[in-house]
């Protein structure tokens, strides 16, 4: 991106005159925002004025007609908005896409056969990407008013957009068969967020499709999520499963979720575009911090309400609260074989959370250790249904 960009000012400047006069925001504009979004560590940056593409919504449509969002409901609940930035926002005349690098210093797979590690995604073992990213993206949004005015509005995630698409409209990659942005320069670890703007900003042509015949993605995931390239079943994801899915996680779905105790990155870590991907060009705060690299999973089931809050303060893995996260290790640590991390589960049956409880139940049997005893006193309805199946 930033090489277009540069090519892009010589150009501009040897015709700037007449282009200044033609256009109701000069190009310079355009050109000074991507320099200053590079400054505030944006390393993909684009423009599309492609604000009512009906496409993405009809999709995404598809997507909520076959229940694949799961019980993310915040995903339908303002699914008008999401169809494109002009249904969300009328007044927007450019959305400027940006993507962060969070590439890994080392390939996350090679904890995929070390079961008594508990694997945090990649995106989670710094510093929260929601902070980092909005902090950028407010600072740019401030520069833009001062130098060519205009209504704005800033989003990373949560809001009511859908920010691959946009980010493919504005050339910063395109979206891969695991469904995620790919560019070519950094692989599957950006982060998105935009900005949307009342601007006529100089738009940037769309990244056409470079998956070609590769479907390492599609063979990797270890829970079948991807019912055809292009698509996902959220409700299969580990993603979805260890992060935004409350409850018992479905039992045909624990074995597969091998070590993952927070997200996946599997799909992502196993595209051959990353090897352009540079983790000098991620942005520091995103670097793993030591204690998050490779947690050992016996730790993990140790957490208390005020160790996780110490231990996550500051990490996205905070939103999610202790005994979810005590949840997905019991799974990890059912699933590693490990006798030895039968008396921490043990010490789970006790847990104050049923959802711990439950989990403790299914990791003992699958090692082989479950005490019927131990079922003695135990009134939750969907322990006892653990209790029941174990
Ligand atoms: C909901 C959500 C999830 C859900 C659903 C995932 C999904 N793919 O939608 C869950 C919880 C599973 C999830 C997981 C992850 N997420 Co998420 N998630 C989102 C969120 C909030 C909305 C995405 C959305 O609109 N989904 C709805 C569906 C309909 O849209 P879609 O993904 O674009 O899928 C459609 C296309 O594939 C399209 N389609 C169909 N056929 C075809 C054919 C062609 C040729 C094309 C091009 C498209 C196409 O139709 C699909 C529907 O069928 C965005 C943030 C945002 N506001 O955009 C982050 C976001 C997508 N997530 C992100 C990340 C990092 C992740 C994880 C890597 C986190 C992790 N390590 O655990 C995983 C990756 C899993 C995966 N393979 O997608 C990043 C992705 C960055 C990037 N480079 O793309 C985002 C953009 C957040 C951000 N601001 O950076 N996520
Ligand atoms: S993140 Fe993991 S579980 Fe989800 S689709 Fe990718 S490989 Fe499958
Ligand atoms: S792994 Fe292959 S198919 Fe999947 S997104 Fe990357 S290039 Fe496309």
Redesign the pocket.
């Known amino acids: 991106m930033l090489r277009c960009c540069r090519s892009a000012e010589r150009i501009g400047s040897f015709h700037r005159p007449s282009y200044r006069y033609l256009h109701p925001v000069p190009d310079t504009l355009t050109q000074r925002l991507k320099a200053e979004a590079a400054r505030l560590g944006f390393v993909a940056i684009g423009v599309t004025r492609d604000i009512d593409d009906p ?2 919504g009809t ?2 449509a ?3 007609g ?1 229940g ?2 799961g019980s ?1 409901e915040w ?1 339908a609940a303002k699914a008008a908005w ?1 169809h494109s930035p002009a249904a969300l926002w009328p007044a927007v005349r450019s959305v400027v896409a940006l ?1 962060m690098s969070y590439a890994p210093p080392e390939d996350p797979m090679r904890l995929a056969h070390s079961p008594e590690t508990a694997r945090i ?4 073992q710094g510093q929260d ?2 902070d980092v ?1 909005k902090k950028a993206l407010k600072a740019l949004a401030r520069w833009i008013v001062a130098e060519g005015g205009g209504a704005l509005k800033v ?14 409209a504005a050339g910063l ?11 070519r320069a950094h692989g ?6 935009c900005i949307f703007t009342e601007l006529p900003l100089d738009p940037d042509p769309a990244s056409p ?1 470079s998956c070609g015949s590769c479907q390492a ?1 599609q063979d990797i ?1 270890p829970t079948g ?2 019912p ?5 079943d ?1 409700r299969r ?4 499963l ?3 899915h409350h409850g018992p996680i479905p039992r045909e779905l624990r074995a597969g979720i091998g070590n993952h105790v ?4 599997d ?2 870590s196993v595209c051959p575009w990353n090897k352009f991907a540079a983790s000098a060009h991620a942005n520091l705060a995103f670097a793993p911090r030591a204690e998050l690299a490779a947690p050992h999973v016996a730790d993990m089931l140790a957490l208390d309400d005020a160790a996780f809050r110490t231990v996550f303060a500051g990490s996205p893995i905070k939103r999610i609260g202790r005994d979810l996260l005590v949840r997905n290790a019991a799974i990890v640590a059912g699933n590693s074989g490990e006798a030895a991390l039968v008396p921490r589960l043990e010490a789970l049956l006790a847990d104050p959370a049923p959802v711990v409880r439950g989990a403790a139940v299914w990791a003992l049997a699958r090692l082989g250790a479950l005490d019927a005893a131990r079922s003695a006193g135990e009134t939750d309805p969907e322990v006892l249904a653990e209790w029941a199946a174990a």
Not at 121 to 124: G, H, K
């Open positions: 496409l993405p999709r995404l598809e997507w909520l076959e694949a969002h993310m995903m999401r993507g995604s990649v995106y989670a990407y929601h990213v989003f990373v995630d949560t809001a009511p957009v859908m920010e691959k698409p946009l980010a493919m990659g395109w979206q891969g068969k695991h469904t995620n942005l790919v560019s599957s670890w950006l982060l998105l967020g499709d993605c995931c999520a991807f055809a390239p292009y698509r996902i959220a994801c580990i993603s979805y260890t992060i935004e927070y997200g996946c990155d799909c992502l």
